[in-house]
């Protein structure tokens, strides 16, 4: 069965710096989606990224970077300059791909990340 | 409509009651999802509906609960003689197909089974 991995409960990090954020995956698939999700207090989950496993450029966007390491099934998530509204619960999730009936998304347990001023 | 919309945002209900949440998709998605997110911890996949069709109810947690959705548009998700571990914030989201790779969730309805 397919699993996603967040090791770090919780994060801080300085306002304008930088942070990663780990996820390690495990499947039998070659072929699947991973995305991070952002969940502020309004508890609307806000997709940050998204990363289609046959692709071996990182995906980017504007601040957001992914380190995707499709043999070491890590999927990081690279924040720059660090901004006060980034402040929320950081979700990886990985997609099965279509077979079957089945396309849950799985998720991680998640990483609270926190930004000083 | 411009987003996922779900009602009621907030429910507090007494042990043994039924209960009855509410998801309007985005006009024009095939594919609706309800999620279960318990406090501090990740989502729990419930079900899925393709159009009105719902193939895999495996995943709901008991047979409490039921969903259906009507007119390939809102969907119910209901929960009978609710428990205290009911207790969660339910999430809906919905997607162009299936296939689409992004979900747009809504803002979910926290349950406070009391």
């Known amino acids: 069965a397919q699993t996603v991995t967040q090791s770090q409960p919780e994060m801080s990090v300085q306002e304008a710096e930088t942070v990663t954020l780990s996820c390690t995956y495990d499947t039998s698939e070659s072929d699947y989606y991973l995305f991070w999700y952002k969940q502020p207090p309004s508890r609307q989950m806000i997709l940050v990224i998204r990363?289609?496993?046959?692709k071996q450029q990182n995906a980017t966007e504007n601040r957001f970077s992914v380190n995707f390491q499709k043999a070491a099934k890590s999927f990081s998530l690279k924040i720059s300059d660090s901004q006060l509204g980034d402040a929320a619960m950081y979700f990886c999730?990985?997609?099965?791909?279509?077979?079957?009936?089945?396309?849950?998304?799985?998720w991680g347990a998640g990483t609270k990340l926190i930004i000083k001023p | 409509g411009a987003g996922v919309s779900q009602s009621p945002s907030n429910k507090v209900t007494e042990k043994g009651k039924d209960v009855e949440l509410r998801c309007d998709p985005i006009s024009g998605h095939t594919a609706l999802y309800w999620y279960r997110q318990s406090l501090g911890q990740g989502l729990e996949f419930l079900i899925y509906f393709q159009g009105n069709s719902a193939p895999d109810k495996s995943g709901l947690p008991s047979d409490r609960f039921s969903a259906e959705r009507t007119g390939g548009s809102v969907s119910t998700l209901t929960i009978q003689r609710t428990q205290q571990e009911d207790s969660a914030v339910y999430l809906c989201?919905?997607?162009?197909?299936?296939?689409?790779?992004?979900?747009?969730f809504g803002q979910g309805t926290r349950l406070t089974v009391v």
């Open positions: 999730a990985y997609r099965t791909p279509r077979t079957g009936s089945n396309y849950q998304l799985i």
């Open positions: 989201a919905s997607s162009l197909a299936l296939d689409s790779g992004e979900a747009f």
């Open positions: 990363q289609e496993a046959y």
